[in-house]
């Protein structure tokens, strides 16, 4: 159960009411090209108008220089804010001072103003309490739902719950409920798929998921690291030289568990090789060990894998179709997934078509995720790549959960407390 007040738990009629979204969003151009984050925020704002608030929203978007860098400005997500609410959005020049007094005095009830981005102030991610003072002058209550953000603290997510009674969104409340849901008491089998480029970022969340699932598999370029602990040569496979004990370790943790209880850590069998990541690249498969049906069903406690040579110039891009196979088997046999990272480089796109050439592993697990091989788990989506990767193929709707937030998932799936959680009031 969610321990926090949320906006259904406190009377908001009439107030004025500062909302701390996620419109961390991709802009070209001028023109938003994924507007997920928006949508998925807008059952708390139809809640809080429905209230008869006036309604302030704070985000940041991007890595702004300063003040200036009018390529991070949130006017793009004013206007399609309006959008889809179908009635105006008023945006301020500036998040803080008189422009954001001014702006907020304008408001009546019912109405929504859209400051600009909190990180054209340094302030903001110092987590400045005289910072968080202004912000909150702005308001009478605030309501935390950016997601994205509270696994870190800033002023718009720490400091400013010290000067407002401080509740969460429905959409922070649905986030965390699924997530943690997904990690205490899932459906079993509990499986975990996890990709992604360096162990050292999703060191805590294998660990948690050996010690909690029936099942991990691991692929990206996190695998070539796994791979090389267990002496492959990945010739000019990125991989993490700096942490190939770290891999070993979690190997030989992964091991003694499976000795312990029925579970599994897959390392990919097999992998799509080429010397570019160009979609006209000439590809070939590169199996790492021969198999029999044993060593599947007791992996990893097989032998130590018999390499085939990679060429001195290739480079590991996609997991293999045996390993693909072997992940989907998995799947149908799982009631619950949690899927954190592609298998391979799903950027490039094929000559056809959006499937390129190292796409061809994640989009095996998608069709598996999805139901297509008959049996269809409860999967939870989290981390901005696999995230990405779902949205582009406009699959979001199809999957039990599609995380908004990337480090925050992380850090929730990994077991950790959320700073911007922690701060709000609890029931």
Known sequence: MFSKQTIRDIDLGGKTVLLRADYNVPVKDGKITDDY??????????????????????????RPTGPKDTANSLFPVAKRLQQLLDKPVEFATDCVGEVAQKAVEGLDQGQVLLLENLRFHDEEKANDDDFAKQLASLAEVFVQDGFGVVHRKDASTDAVTNHLPSVAGLLLEKEVTTISDAMEKPKRPLMAIVGGAKIADKIDILNRFIDIADFVAV???????????????????????????????????AEKESKKRDFVFAVPHDAVVAETIDKTADTRIVEFTTHTMADIENYPKRPPAKASKLHAKEKILDIGPFSASFIAGAIQLSETVVWNGTMGVTETEGLQGPIGPFAHGTQTVVEAL????????????GGGDTVGY???????????????GGGASLELMSGRKLPGVEALQSK
């Open 390 to 404: 779902v949205e582009s193929r406009n699959l979001v709707g199809l999957f039990g959960h599609v995380s908004t």
């Open 370 to 381: 999805l139901g297509e091989l008959g049996h269809k788990p409860f999967t939870v989506v």
């Open 219 to 253: 692929g990206g370029a996190m695998a070539n690291t796994f791979l090389a602990a267990r002496g492959i040569d990945v010739a000019e496979s990125l991989y993490d030289k700096d942490n190939l004990k770290l891999a070993k370790d979690i190997l030989h943790k």
């Open 37 to 62: 984050r928006i949508k998925q925020s807008l059952p708390t704002i139809e809640y809080l108008l429905d209230q008869k608030v006036k309604l302030i929203i704070c985000s940041h978007l991007g």
